[in-house]
């Protein structure tokens, strides 16, 4: 089991960059994909990036591609969302959360979660 604390959020320009981070405490941070997910007013909640225990393979959904970068530092128990050239439509509650699956793009199966950090970009 692990537990998060996500920090980083805040309001931001339009165009402007944010670093979300997420704190894991708990067992073998290792062996687990972490994902980064967003849930903005009115819409279910979305997996935007992720990356494999396995390999470090990455996989961004198509709305961040391009803008958005995930790592992770294990020695730290860490895991990170780089987000440039931000838009208003970005706007939402991230969430950190971790699956044992490999296939870190499997969304349904994330089944370890923080509490979230708001963001949001508005001029």
């Known amino acids: 089991q692990l537990q998060f604390v996500e920090n980083g959020g805040g309001v931001v320009q339009p165009g402007g960059s944010l670093r979300l981070s997420c704190t894991a405490s708990g067992s073998n941070f290792g062996v687990w994909s972490v994902g980064w997910f967003r849930q903005g007013p009115g819409t279910k909640r979305e997996g935007v990036a992720c990356?494999?225990?396995?390999?470090?393979?990455?996989f961004y959904s198509n709305s961040v591609k391009g803008r958005f970068t995930i790592s992770r530092d294990n020695a730290k128990n860490m895991a990170f969302l780089e987000m440039n050239s931000l838009k208003p439509e970005d706007s939402a509650v991230y969430y950190c959360?971790?699956?044992?699956?490999?296939?870190?793009?499997?969304?349904?199966?994330?089944?370890?979660w923080g509490q979230g950090t708001q963001v949001t970009v508005s001029s």
């Open positions: 959360a971790a699956t044992g699956h490999y296939q870190c793009s499997r969304w349904e199966s994330y089944d370890q």
């Open positions: 990356i494999s225990y396995r390999d470090r393979s990455k």
